[in-house]
């Protein structure tokens, strides 16, 4: 079992490493969606003012 | 011919007016020179051959991007590169415009260094400094072609300045193995057989960069 | 389609990760020489492997992206570079572990790691350059022209460096060769690793390019929200 440590050592530095870069990849990933998502729901509200403004002015 | 010609002047003739850069990179050099000596404390003479060429390629290295991004930021304070770039002039003379001129500018830093070297390093002007010149003048080149390509990149960001020597110096890193060593061998009194081979990596270097810098300079300067 | 295709391409990738691990340390032989220790190499190599084929993906992906201008390669080359990153900070990290033991020592100027660390510190300003700036076409061009030129100048890396360290006195004796595989399932071993870390590389990179899409469709999305608004005010 000589060098045991050295050998754990580095295969935990591996994973640990990659399961980091996974887990800020998908968390950067949901933050984006969600802003997408919001930023669609805003999109369509103001087009939805837009094309309403005309006959607002109109009738008033 | 006629337009490579006044481009250089243009670059030359501003440079003669301010002296920003040229000033800029022989304070730098001077500065990393002493912080060298500070921290080697060097005997000198020929058994800190090694140290001296060291320190003089160290000095180039970070006084040259210095000076880089200095003549970029007075280019983009008076508009030069946004005129030229919308002149018809073929992209590849305005890259062998702006290394020549920022040859001649590490190439006037570097002369004043050496001199300062062989003071501080207590060497002689003899044959073995006057060999110290060809490692020098290939080094020169390949890296006048590095940061002319490069600092068409960071002069367009707000931390250009920090970035150009990040990018620059570790691609710069084949030549400055191969210039630090023929130039200690050059110190040492080697014979010429002896340095032949980092010549090459050098020219290899210089080649390689100039060539990129013709191909790729078009890239990396348009607009949009 | 895709979706499936991708789940299937995760179920894979993890299968094949967990035969490599199951392999390295339950199946393969204690080599003669270095003993347990010599284990890390079957991920140090596989690592060093996908390192260098995502950096020259960095390369291909900017030459592309210049001949044809198509966004599609330079998200490629960015999430190259990306994953290169972690790969070749991984093969630095479990390089020197396995040197400690062996080498006696964390780090050498060998010509491998020295070569490495520069790889490292080149694609490490790859990446500052594109954190420190704005996702516009001209900065993808500079990235692209950056990416190129530093595969290029890595042959010319690797022959300086090996120059300078063979003709320096070696602290060190460096025994490089003593990687004889000599039990053929060293050899299947090694295979397995590659094959496992090749999946993971074509997972990360593609995870990365369509955050990268993303991106680019928020940014499109968030000028016509600024258009839109700018038509509310007049």
């Not at chain 2, 730098?28 to 500070?38: E, N, P, R, T």
């Not at chain 3, 260098?52 to 030459?63: E, S």
Request: contains cysteine; proline residues 3%.
């Amino acid at each position: 079992m000589e060098h045991f440590p050295y050998l754990l050592a580095a295969y935990s530095i591996i994973f640990v490493l990659i399961a980091l870069y996974v887990i800020f990849l998908q968390s950067r990933q949901a933050r984006l969606r969600n802003r997408i998502r919001a930023a669609e729901a805003r999109l369509a509200r103001l087009d939805e003012t837009v094309a309403r403004r005309p006959r607002d002015a109109a009738s008033s | 011919m006629g337009a490579f010609g006044a481009l250089l002047r243009k670059d030359l003739r501003l440079e003669l007016r301010a002296g920003e850069t040229v000033l800029t990179l022989i304070g730098l050099s001077i500065l990393i020179l002493v912080a060298i000596v500070f921290a080697f404390n060097p005997v000198g003479g020929a058994q800190d051959a090694a140290t001296a060429a060291g320190a003089l390629w160290v000095a180039m290295i970070f006084a040259g991007t210095a000076g880089a991004t200095q003549a970029l930021a007075a280019e983009r304070e008076n508009g030069c590169l946004r005129a030229l770039l919308v002149s018809p002039l073929d992209r590849a003379l305005l890259f062998f415009a702006k290394m020549t001129a920022d040859l001649v500018f590490i190439a006037v830093g570097q002369t004043v260094a050496v001199i300062i070297l062989v003071l501080f390093f207590n060497l002689d002007f003899d044959r073995r400094l006057a060999a110290m010149a060809l490692p020098l003048a290939l080094g020169i080149i390949g890296f006048a072609a590095l940061t002319t390509l490069l600092a068409g990149i960071a002069g367009r960001l707000r931390a250009g300045a920090l970035l150009l020597p990040l990018l620059a110096v570790p691609l710069f890193v084949p030549a400055l193995i191969a210039g630090v060593k023929a130039s200690a061998l050059a110190l040492a009194g080697a014979p010429l057989a002896d340095r032949l081979i980092w010549f090459k990596i050098l020219v290899a270097f210089d080649v390689l960069f100039t060539s990129a810098g013709y191909m790729l300079f078009e890239s990396v300067v348009t607009e949009g | 389609m895709a979706r499936s295709l991708s789940v299937l391409g995760r179920l894979l990738t993890v299968l094949l990760m967990l035969t490599a691990i199951f392999m390295v340390f339950a199946w393969v032989p204690n080599e003669a020489e270095q003993g347990l220790v010599q284990r890390i190499f079957y991920f140090h190599v596989a690592c060093a492997w996908v390192a260098f084929a995502a950096f020259a993906l960095v390369a291909v992906g900017g030459i592309f992206f210049l001949w044809l201008g198509q966004t599609v390669f330079d998200d490629l080359a960015y999430a190259a570079a990306e994953t290169g990153m972690l790969f070749c900070t991984l093969v630095l990290i479990t390089g020197s572990i396995w040197a400690k033991p062996i080498w006696g020592t964390w780090w050498t100027w060998d010509s491998r790691l020295t070569t490495t660390l520069i790889l490292w510190m080149l694609y490490g300003g790859y990446l500052l350059l594109r954190a420190l700036s704005e996702p516009t076409p001209q900065i993808a061009r500079f990235a692209a022209v950056f990416g190129i030129v530093a595969a290029a100048d890595v042959p010319v890396i690797i022959v300086s460096v090996r120059l300078w360290r063979t003709i320096h006195p070696a602290v060190i004796v460096t025994r490089e060769g003593t990687h004889g595989l000599e039990d053929p399932r060293m050899v299947i071993t090694l295979l397995v690793s590659l094959a496992a870390f090749t999946a993971l590389l074509v997972w990360f990179l593609t995870l990365r390019m369509a955050m990268l899409r993303d991106a680019d469709r928020l940014q499109t999305l968030m000028r016509n929200i600024a258009l839109a608004e700018a038509a509310l005010e007049d």
